[in-house]
């Protein structure tokens, strides 16, 4: 739309100065409230993602893993990423809790057979008198650095663990011909007229790593020797279903109560761990399901107290026929 008029030559001069200058005020004001706008704007939308970044940056550097991000914009992108921050943390947290508890518990097992051994020969050096004094007490020592060779052994074992699946060495083998040997192979660590019963099917033929392999059946044979009843009986089976395999590690000895069945694959953990000459520190079961689970598989177990426990390990067979 267009405006025209007629207006004397002589006010030509001062309108035209007026609509410059107001044209000019009117430029700068929007060039101002554009700059300002934009920069209003712009902080007003990057401000959730910088609070959120000074605070995961501060999470991140400093000691306390159990702060979390307030997430005010729960619904948008803001709010997601927030909460995948969070979750990140939250795992993060878990995964150092654990490890801290694994350093503590380890240390702490350690330092009794040590403090044991210190105590022992101070012991010997100031009151032992006869050679029988010094063996009793060398006996002792013996007992505690078995202790603790055993456990350093497995600590050793779950840190490679630890480190994940890399270093597996799978091979496809005759699991049957494995288990029988590995029971033969078999020397309890005290006779108790426990007898050991084999009802292994033949020729299941499954991708494994025998060097950890062999750890989960020692573990279990260890365990249904040191929990089961004198005179009793161990079966050790193999059955082959469509798309797996298990093996059963029967005993009928203590048995463990259904409370604590929940607690037995934990690290460290034992329902009675002052059995004075047993060399284990509840290491044992977690390292089994470890192993067990890296080969596809699980374990789990039914047991009643003072009737005994069934070990039962699935593991994935990719061939269920005989080869
Ligand atoms: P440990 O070195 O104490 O044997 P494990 O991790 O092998 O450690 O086992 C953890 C705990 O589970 C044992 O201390 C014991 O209380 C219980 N347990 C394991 N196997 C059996 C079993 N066959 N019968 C009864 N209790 C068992």
């Not at 694994?102 to 010997?124: G, K, N, Q, Y």
């Not at 279990?220 to 798309?243: F, P, Q, S, T, W």
Request: hydrophobic share 40%; glycine share 6%; with cysteine.
């Amino acid at each position: 739309l267009m405006i025209r008029g007629i207006i004397p030559a002589t006010i030509t001069h001062h309108v035209l100065l007026g609509i410059v200058v107001v044209a000019v005020i009117w430029l700068l004001l929007t060039i101002f409230i554009g700059v300002f706008g934009a920069d209003y704007i712009s902080r007003r939308t990057f401000r959730p993602i910088k609070a959120l970044t000074e605070k995961a940056a501060s999470i991140s550097s400093g000691d306390n893993l159990s702060e979390r991000i307030n997430i005010e914009h729960s619904s948008d992108e803001i709010g997601e990423l927030a909460e995948t921050f969070n979750d990140m943390f939250a795992r993060l947290e878990d995964s150092f809790e654990s490890e801290k508890r694994f350093v503590s518990d380890a240390s702490h097992e350690l330092r009794t057979p040590t403090t044991i051994i210190l105590a022992e020969c101070a012991r010997a050096k100031k009151k032992a008198r006869t050679k029988e004094d010094f063996i009793a007490s060398l006996n002792n020592i013996e007992e505690q650095s078995n202790k603790m060779a055993h456990m350093i052994s497995q600590l050793l074992s779950i840190t490679r663990l630890d480190q994940g699946t890399a270093h597996m060495r799978m091979q496809e083998a005759d699991f049957s011909a494995f288990l029988a040997v590995c029971c033969d192979e078999f020397v309890p660590a005290n006779d108790r007229g426990i007898k050991l019963n084999m009802q292994i099917e033949p020729h299941i033929y499954l991708t494994f790593d025998p060097g950890l392999m062999v750890r989960v059946i020692q573990n279990l044979l260890e365990n249904a020797y040191k929990y089961g009843r004198d005179n009793g009986n161990i079966i050790v089976a193999l059955k082959r279903h469509k798309a797996s395999a298990s093996l059963f590690v029967i005993d009928d000895g203590i048995g463990i109560s259904e409370e604590d069945q929940q607690y037995i694959f934990k690290r460290f953990w034992q329902a009675d761990p002052s059995r004075g000459e047993d060399l284990g520190v509840g290491l044992g079961l977690s390292m089994v399901k470890q192993i067990c689970e890296f080969h596809g598989g699980n374990i789990t177990v039914i047991s009643s107290p003072d009737e005994g426990s069934s070990f039962i390990v699935t593991l994935p067979a990719k061939q269920p026929t005989n080869k």
